[in-house]
């Protein structure tokens, strides 16, 4: 069974304060692994997706990466509007099921 | 360009009565089509997928069932609603076929029942 563990539930920045957050999965056969954001009573937003473990994506302020184990969402200088809760999502071989993990919700203090 | 349309943003309904949520896409053909659910403090549940027109795979036992009558349109349903069956509902697309893989969110229905 695919499962994924986000870390930390809940994370409080200083505006500018940079920090990284983490999703710890284990699938069998990665077919890729997603990172949404999701702002309150809305959707979740689709920022990226990785498909195998070195490969790194970047967005504006975010930067995402991934190992065999883990991916990190690597938040540089956060801003206000960048408070929301960062979804993570794995799919697996032979699957059409996207297995989320909880979330982590981001404040950035001005 | 894609777009996914969700249908109502709110609804409060009452015990044992029907509901009805639909979700339409648009620009795209085949797509595959999701029905999340997602309750505070817990990740979004798959409740049922789509891989074309009357197609529906289940992966939740529960109250509620899904069709998809037209190729971009999908639809969750319920004879009676149950307290439980509250929650905030989340219809999803992702391209045709197995290799495309990104899923795109609705922006949600919150179902209160009461």
């Known amino acids: 069974e695919d499962q994924v563990t986000q870390s930390p539930e809940a994370l409080r920045l200083q505006e500018g304060e940079s920090s990284s957050l983490n999703c710890s999965y284990t699938?069998?056969?990665?077919?890729?692994l997603f990172w949404y954001r999701q702002d309150p009573g809305k959707g979740p937003e689709f920022l990226f997706t990785?498909?195998?473990a070195g490969e790194e994506k970047e967005k504006e302020r975010l930067k995402a990466t991934l190992t065999k184990k883990e991916s990190f969402l690597h938040i540089t200088a956060p801003k206000p509007e960048d408070s929301a809760t960062y979804l993570c999502?794995?799919?697996?071989?032979?699957?059409?099921?996207?297995?989320f993990g909880k979330g982590t919700k981001l404040s950035v203090i001005p | 360009s894609q777009t996914i349309h969700q249908w109502p943003a709110t609804l409060v309904q009452p015990v044992g009565s029907p509901l009805s949520l639909e979700c339409t896409v648009e620009g795209t053909s085949n797509p595959n089509l999701y029905w999340y659910r997602q309750a505070a403090g817990r990740g979004l549940q798959l409740l049922f997928y789509s891989v074309g027109i009357g197609q529906i795979s289940s992966e939740v036992p529960q109250n509620l069932s899904a069709s998809r009558p037209q190729d971009r349109q999908f639809i969750l349903s319920s004879k009676k609603l149950l307290l439980s069956d509250s929650g905030f509902y989340l219809c999803a697309w992702s391209g045709y076929g197995f290799t495309n893989t990104e899923a795109f969110f609705g922006q949600g229905t919150r179902l209160t029942v009461v």
């Open positions: 999502a794995v799919l697996g071989a032979g699957s059409y099921q996207l297995t």
């Open positions: 990785l498909y195998s």
């Open positions: 699938v069998s056969g990665l077919r890729g």
